[in-house]
Structure formats: C-alpha cells, structure tokens
C-alpha cells in the first residue's frame, strides 16, 4: 500500500482544500448547533451532543441530502485558494475524483456516478476522522478551536485519512477482492460501459419521445384548427346553400310570374286576335250583307225599272188605244162640240195618266 509520502504535492494540496472546508464544519458550524443544543437543555452531556450533531450531519451527507450544498461550498475553496477561479461544480467533482480511480474507469464513469462514488469518499473520510475527532479533539474544539496548532494537527489527520481512501478505492479498481461477491470490477465496467449505452440509447428514445410528443401536440392544434375552419366552412356553406336555395325560389317565383304574363299576353294576344277575327267576321259579313242588299236592292230597282217600263208599255198601250178611239170619236163627233168634248176627255185622261205616275214614284220610294 502506497504511503501517504507517496503522493504527489498536488494531490496534497487538493487534500487539505477539502479538509479546510471540512475543519471549519466541524470546528465552527457544528459547534455552533451543540451549543444552541445546549442552551435548549443545559442537562445534556456536550460531547454526546456533539457526537450526535456530527453523525446527523454525516448521515445526510450519506443519504445525499446535502452533498450538493457541501460541494458547493467546497467549490468555493478551490476558487480562491487555486488557479481555477472559474471552475464550476462538475469540474470540482472530476478534479477532485480523478485522483481515486484509474484513468481508464474515470472515463468510462458517468456523472451522476462520480458524485455518488464521491459522496461514498467523504462518507467514509468523515467516519474515520470523526472517530479521532470524538477521541482526541473535543476538548479543543470547546475551549481553544482557534489555536493554529490544533488547527494544523486536524489538518493532517484529515490529509491522513483522505490519503488512506484514495488508496483503497484505488486499490480495489485495479486489484478486485476474490472473497468479494461482488461483481468484479472489470466486468462490472463491462456492464457499465453496456448500461451507460443502454441509457444512452434510452435518453435518445426518451428525447425522440419528446419530440414525437411535440410533432403530436402541433399536429392536434393544427387539427383543432383544420376542424374550426372546417365548421367554418360548413356553416359558411350552410349559409350558402340556404342563400342558393332562397334563390332559387326567388327564380321559380320570377319563372311563375313570367310564365303568368306569358300565359296572360298570350290570352291577351289570343283575345285580340279573336277581336280582330271577330271584327274581320263582321265587316266580311256586314259587306257580305251590304253587297246581299245591294245586289237585293239592285235586283228590287231592276224589277221595279222593269215593272215601270211594263207599266210605262201597258200605260203607252193603253194610251195608244185611247188616243186611236179618241181619234175616232172626234172624227165621229160634230166640229164645235165634238172638240170641247174631246179636251175634257183629254184632259181627264191626262189627270188619270198622272196619278198612274205618283203612283209608280211611291213604289221606287
């Protein structure tokens, strides 16, 4: 086993950084809590006290309930005691943990792993060097913790036992103990290296997941959308259809109503044309008529102009004869009273004569 002369200055330096932070909890911060413990109950045995507050402390070291904060402040000493003044928290892990194990199983380490294996470091650090603590140094811590001295000889039990767990964590990556049930440790870095791929791989599903998720969730909104244009457009086309439909009745009433007046032109038109045929009946009729009556009245005037001209034959016959047996008579009849009596007759004849002729113009009348 390496002795603690054996390592390097560097690794030294990184010891007593750490066991500063560590010194000062245990000189000042729970040292501070036993005596307010104390305050409380003035009864309790102070070391007792004292013992209880630092395995509490150690204990949630253990469980990882503060490790974080304590690598913070640890973080804080590596700052302004090293040239890393710009270091953050990972990098105080590796810095500090590189020293503890192979090179090759660092690598192959994840982070989480390093601070559990860490955490597991201090724990074992701070069972060991309290044990001294409780042993050796409770008096000084009560009644002379700012004396330099004492300060220094918790400085070296703390670089003493830090030393010692390097060298059995790293003992035990390079030398497996057979008796160990355990898996060894080449094989466990097998496994590591096939579960560090596993989880990995698991991270990759799990961030193609997340993806997936987010692809899924636009494409949900997009469909919400699609679907609100959709009913949009389905109300919009409701509205149109109704529009439409509306128009269309707006056109068969507009179809009725020309077809009515076609239907009352064409009765119209229909009922002048019969007016008109009518009309054209009557005046064919009435000059049918008028032409009847004409030829009627024509055939009358020609009868009557044939009967006068009968009348006027029988009436010149009559004369004819009468004038003969007048002739006769005179020359029958004396000079004197044979002329009187002839002009009477005459005159008389003539008389009757003329009233044959009114009696004919009353008939053309």
């Keep these: 086993m390496e002795s603690i002369n054996s390592n390097n200055s560097k690794f030294i330096s990184k010891a007593e950084i750490v066991g500063s932070h560590f010194i000062n909890r245990y000189c000042n911060a729970l040292y501070n809590t036993t005596s307010k413990a104390l305050l409380n109950n003035p009864s309790l045995n102070k070391i007792d006290v004292y013992k209880n507050i630092v395995y509490e402390y150690i204990k949630c070291i253990e469980k990882n309930i503060n490790f974080e904060s304590e690598m913070k402040l640890i973080l804080v000493y590596f700052q302004s005691c090293t040239k ?6 990972n990098e105080c892990i590796d810095f500090i943990l590189i020293d503890f194990v192979p090179e090759s199983v660092f690598t192959s380490i994840t982070e989480k ?28 811590i009560f009644n002379n913790r700012e004396e330099e001295t004492y300060i220094n000889k918790l400085q070296e039990l703390f670089v003493k036992e830090f030393c010692l767990e390097k060298e059995k964590v790293y003992n035990k990556c390079i030398n497996p103990d ?59 086309n409701e509205l149109y259809s109704q529009q439409i439909l509306q128009l269309k009745n707006n056109v068969n009433k507009l179809n009725n109503i020309i077809q009515n007046a076609n239907d009352q032109k064409y009765n119209n038109d229909n009922t002048k044309k019969s007016i ?14 008028n ?13 009557v102009e044939n009967k006068v001209d009968d009348i006027k034959v029988v009436n010149n016959d009559k004369i004819i004869e009468e004038d003969n047996s007048f002739d006769s008579e005179i ?19 003539e008389l009757e004569y003329n009233s044959d002729d009114d009696d004919n113009d009353n008939i053309f009348q």
Excluded: A, W
């Excluded at 008109?276 to 008529?289: A, E, F």
């Design 178 to 236: 057979p008796k160990n049930k355990m898996v060894p440790f080449d094989i466990f870095i097998k496994i590591q290296e096939k579960m560090k791929s596993v989880i990995e791989s698991k991270k990759k599903l799990i961030d193609d997941n997340k993806q997936l998720c987010t692809i899924i969730q636009n494409l949900k909104l997009q469909m919400n959308n699609i679907n609100n244009e959709l009913i949009t457009v389905n109300n919009t």
């Design 331 to 349: 020359n029958n009849s004396d000079d004197g009273d044979k002329e009187e009596d002839n002009k009477d007759y005459f005159i008389s004849k």
């Design 113 to 140: 792993r390093k601070k559990t294996l860490l955490c597991e470091i201090f724990v074992n650090i701070l069972k060991n060097f309290t044990e001294h603590v409780i042993k050796h140094f409770t008096n000084f």
């Design 84 to 89: 890393y003044g710009n270091m953050d928290i």
């Design 291 to 303: 032409k009847n009556e004409i030829i009627v009245q024509e055939k009358n005037n020609k009868n």
């Design 276 to 289: 008109i045929v009518n009309n054209t009946k009557q005046m064919y009729i009435k000059n049918d008529n």
